[in-house]
């Protein structure tokens, strides 16, 4: 995290984060999806703690439910001081991205077959999170061309 | 928004975008405060419709509500395509800004008075989300030192 | 503004603020003519005053003049310090643009229709400048791609 | 120049080539002064010919008056097509620095001592350039940290 | 890696690589040595494979070797084309890194300690290289402030 | 150079050197070749002085030697603090380029003809390097679609 990423007193704004949560997403999703992928939401992010100017920031992201298009990614963000101490915890955000066509419309990805009991938890509360997420979006997105049924 | 911000289709980056609405909620915040913020959280952002490279794209910021130290900000994101068209709502975020003392803890700020009645509405409003953020807050937060009794 | 746009006594760099000037010009310019358009001449920009880090710098643009291809901008540039007091007038500046098809030769414009006492006064205003900036612009423009008859 | 400073045609914002000038004349006024330098006014700047993206471009900066504290920089801009060609002058800048001392007040400089014919006529046109600009600076500057008696 | 990285055939240029290792290689050297570090010296890189805009780059630094005050990091570079394969290696570099003081001297940092004999391997071998590097390095670096004896 | 450039005593990355040294031995070689070209090598680059924030740098490149399509180039690199002295050597690096045609392969080049005794002398070095650096390449450039026969 460099100078221009911070306000005055050093701490690291949170939309900067949240640009690389959205990037690390990207990246996990696409790889799944072999096709070009968009941000559909976020999910509310608390930053539990600050980030400051010269921390390390890693960004862990992984996969925990795919539908037909859309993909939930969750993103863990941990800065490390590198004058000492372990990383700490800094948020966490679940991002939802949905592969799109050469004709901009949500296509198929393949399926997440989750394996572990841990990864098929994570599966079914992805799933419920996702109906959530479509029955609270706002009426506009019923115009919309990105939409997942 | 310029080719940097996007993918390999001309679409902006979510990212992008919320890293400019913190740009925003932080300016709007610290002329109230008129002292250091830090981003404290985002609600739940719905991307609802893409930008795309070239578009203009507005940052509509106000403070919905004010607690003693936290801040409730508004921002509607509006994006126009320049060769026509009305701009578009593209998604609007809620963003929890915390004004912080030199000792980096919370600090008080003037209080926000409503005067009209759509904004006493906004403000009984922001003052229940507040309430239910601090109350579904991941533990972490208890030991943080970011709080606003 | 941020830390990278500034000299080491944290002002601003004048040439930070006149790309910013000519992003503004541009959108304005690009908006009214539904076609790409370029920048043809600044006029002389006096800085009235430092702008700081830190400062939120707004830059409000409007169209003061239209000829066939060629539009005359206004830029009023305001610097607000946010730990208090008003937006003071850092400078402003008139910039020339002038739109061009898809090769790249000038291009008709729609006109533009003063309303008001005042927009008229500075059409007129407008038209005089442009006349004068034709006739002294240098030699090397006689045989420019660019010129607007 | 790379994408980022261009319009949607592959052409290089006039404002991004500005900042450039005004970094080179920084240079060299800073080199000169031995302490820190500000923008005071850019003069008229017509762009002669467009540039590219790809293009590389030469900002050849040069003392031509030194006043108590204030210096007047001409910038000229050559661009070059690196698939051949000659560089091409794009357009010429003459921009006004002060230097300012820790108390950001006008500070005096050493004295330029022009020794060839030439420098010796560059030097009596930008004092009289110099007078010119002071007579007609906006009123705003009366009330101005910066001036050079 | 966006586009701005990229020539006009959308190859990532070589340096745009070698400053990220740089940073690789710095984080990797000051969470051993606790205090700041400067980059001594790359070895020669070759360029396996070229590395194209969109391609998700992966460094992956670790210590070879470790002296009085100075670090050799081994960076390997891998690119991911995420429309599909496996990661390539596209080149690897030896970094060396000084611990300075805050008198810019160079400060001792912890010892190294190889656990496995492939770490041994790597340890002795490191240990060549930074002999061969300091006997012929250029003559300028004898009146140098940074050496390690 | 500016503040994102440096770690936090302000001491500028040495990769941020490098990759402006890469982007000299570009144009440099771009402008001989008149075809696009790319980074295969940099030989060992020993960093002999540090760099600061606020350094004006310079990056002095020229040919050396050419072979059938790849092309040698020293870059001089030197820092010059605006505060007063003179410019230092910071480092020279040997960049190796090679002209690639529209299918990625190497393609060839105009020759060079050395003309002065100076010019001969590091011809013949430069072709003595080439010879080394293609017996000592790692062997994945067996498979490789640059190299130059």
């Keep these: 995290m460099v100078p221009t990423d911070a306000n005055f007193m050093g701490d690291v704004f ?23 992928c968009v941000t559909a939401s976020f999910d509310r992010v608390d ?15 992984r996969l925990t439910y795919v539908g037909r298009s859309s993909m939930e990614v969750l993103v863990e963000v941990r800065a490390e001081d590198l004058s000492g101490g372990e990383p700490r ?10 592969a799109v ?9 393949p399926p997440l077959t989750p394996e572990t009991e841990d990864e098929r938890r994570r599966f079914e509360e992805g799933k419920r999170r ?5 029955s609270s979006r706002p009426n506009a997105l019923a115009h919309h061309e990105i939409h997942d049924p």
């Design 47 to 61: 930053f539990l703690r600050p980030v400051h100017v010269g921390d390390v920031v890693d960004f862990d992201a």
């Design 130 to 134: 996702m109906q959530e997420r479509r």
């Design 14 to 36: 949170g939309g900067v984060i949240l640009a690389e949560v959205d990037r690390a997403a990207y990246v996990t999703a696409r790889r799944h999806a072999r096709q070009n």
């Design 89 to 98: 915890l800094v948020g966490t955000a679940y991002v939802t991205m949905v």
């Design 101 to 109: 066509g050469s004709d901009r419309r949500p296509s198929a990805v």
